[in-house]
């Protein structure tokens, strides 16, 4: 098995390796299967036939519709259904795979990916005809290679695109720690929103400075500030509250490497904690209508400082909801694909060095929404917005870590544990098996929007976070060891003794 095995990945080489010499002829006879009988399937058949460029030969297509198998899309015939790839692949010596269905998104689209991926042929899709690349002008039609975010891919987000307009519209809105992953896709969607005024608050100049530009190219027009500071100085903070008096405000700004915020907890606090009490407070004190605090799955009963911290920050915006005529609310989810920080990019940059890829344990299992969709719900859930609230997204079911990696590996057309060894290196310093995104006690209430629910934590008066913040102060200097201590000993009470997370077992969602 193991050599027939290596013989067909050798196979597969060859075929790359001549279509890769052949990529500049106009003629290209790779045997194509296409998925997909409808427009989309019509379209991919036409683009082989017609372009003067190396698309592949269409040799057949498949579609679960029954009514259209027999039928011919531009002359190639349709010869089963979605489940009959793999007989097809072998009968017809298929070589390449092209999904051509725009409809499927969610588990189904991940079911025919891993369908496909099984048949070791190189799998594509047809690129979107509205994609635009990073300078604005329209992508070249054709087939795009598979990415992370297809293969967990999730239902399409439906928006009430006049409830965020009406309070984006116009108005001032400042985006902190603006260019990080986060918060650059937030000034993105806020800046086709046409607010007023756009203002970028960053401590990583290269960062600010690349959104700064990318927003210039693509909206010429907005009224854009991007300036340099930390939330960490209380003075730097109110100078631009004093002169911008922000309308809206999304805090995105953060320490949120886990295994860095263990050995450097003062850090955490300081920029967490303290950073997000100098931004809400000057909110409060300025007149901002809504405030924004960008929350994290990890403030749910935390095991590592940076969860702890973010858990803290919570605390502290909900407690100014009380003093100040702002309303403030938290939006809490899990990771994001492609993020600073995000597992992705690194597997990423470790297969294209030949591996190891590094898995801390078997049994490891993240929630995963993509960027601009946990963006969308986070700008959607300041719509819903009363005062006070947490918001938690719906992040759909946990990944299975070692299953991204081992995808990942499969889409650059390598074999796991063969071509690239999985290394299995323990949980880091704070890391937990699995995320939760609420606890138990919270519960949950639904919102018009069935990927957005709000949590019901333990609210804090602002006399006992006063009492937290002050004993937090206390140990901002002192050993890592002392500071972790107290920090877990402020949320300990907050947590729910009574809640055990499930096991996660192979149940769980596997990519």
Not at 486 to 507: C, G, K, S
Request: proline letters at 4%; charged letters at 25%.
């Amino acid at each position: 098995n193991t050599a027939a095995i290596a013989g067909v990945r050798f196979l597969w080489r060859l075929v790359r390796t001549v279509q890769d010499t052949k990529a500049n002829k106009p003629e290209d006879n790779t045997p194509l299967l296409i998925v997909g009988a409808g427009n989309a399937g019509a379209w991919a058949v036409n683009l082989c036939k017609t372009k003067n460029q190396s698309f592949g030969n269409p040799v057949c297509i498949v579609d679960d519709d029954l009514t259209k198998k027999g039928l011919r899309v531009q002359g190639v015939p349709v010869r089963g259904t979605i489940s009959d790839i793999p007989e097809l692949v072998r009968k017809y010596h298929i070589l390449e795979i092209v999904i051509a269905i725009t409809t499927v998104k969610g588990d189904r689209l991940s079911e025919i990916i891993n369908l496909c991926n099984s048949t070791h042929c190189r799998v594509r899709m047809i690129s979107d005809p509205q994609a635009v690349d990073e300078n604005g002008n329209p992508v070249a039609a054709g087939f795009r290679e598979l990415n992370t975010a297809d293969f967990l891919s999730r239902e399409e987000v439906t928006l009430d695109t006049a409830k965020i307009s009406g309070y984006l519209t116009g108005k001032t809105v400042l985006v902190t720690g603006g260019g990080g992953s986060i918060g650059s896709e937030l000034c993105r969607q806020i800046a086709a929103l046409k607010p007023g005024k756009l203002i970028i608050f960053d401590i990583y100049e290269n960062n600010a400075y690349d959104i700064q530009q990318e927003l210039i190219r693509k909206h010429p027009e907005l009224d854009l500030e991007v300036l340099i500071g930390s939330v960490r100085e209380e003075r730097r903070v109110n100078d631009l509250f004093a002169k911008y008096h922000p309308d809206v405000v999304c805090h995105a700004a953060a320490h949120k490497h886990v295994p860095l915020m263990e050995d450097s907890p003062a850090e955490a606090i300081k920029n967490n904690v303290f950073g997000t009490y100098n931004v809400a407070k000057a909110a409060g004190e300025y007149g901002t209508k809504l405030f924004i605090l960008i929350s994290t799955d990890k403030a749910v009963n935390p095991t590592n400082v940076m969860g702890a911290s973010k858990r803290l920050c919570e605390m502290v915006v909900q407690s100014m909801n009380s003093v100040y005529r702002t309303e403030y609310i938290a939006v809490r989810f899990g990771n994001v694909m492609g993020s600073n920080g995000s597992v992705i990019p690194l597997f990423k940059k470790q297969i294209a060095e030949g591996g190891p890829v590094t898995v801390t344990d078997k049994r490891v299992t993240r929630f995963f929404m993509t960027i601009p969709e946990a963006v969308s719900l986070i700008l959607q859930a300041g719509a819903f917005a009363e005062g006070g609230e947490v918001f938690i997204l719906d992040m759909g079911k946990p990944v299975k870590i070692d299953n991204m990696a081992r995808q990942l590996i499969r889409l650059s057309g390598l074999e796991p544990d063969v071509d690239i060894k999985i290394e299995y290196i323990g949980l880091r310093p704070g890391e937990k098996l699995y995320e939760e995104l609420l606890l138990k006690a919270e519960g949950l209430q639904k919102t018009s929007n069935n990927l957005i629910y709000i949590g019901h934590q333990k609210m804090y008066s602002p006399e006992e976070i006063q009492e937290k913040l002050a004993s937090l102060r206390e140990v901002l200097y002192a050993p890592k060891a002392d500071v972790r201590e107290r920090v877990m000993a402020l949320i300990q009470e907050d947590a729910d003794p009574n809640y055990h997370v499930v096991e996660a077992e192979e149940e769980y969602a596997t990519v």
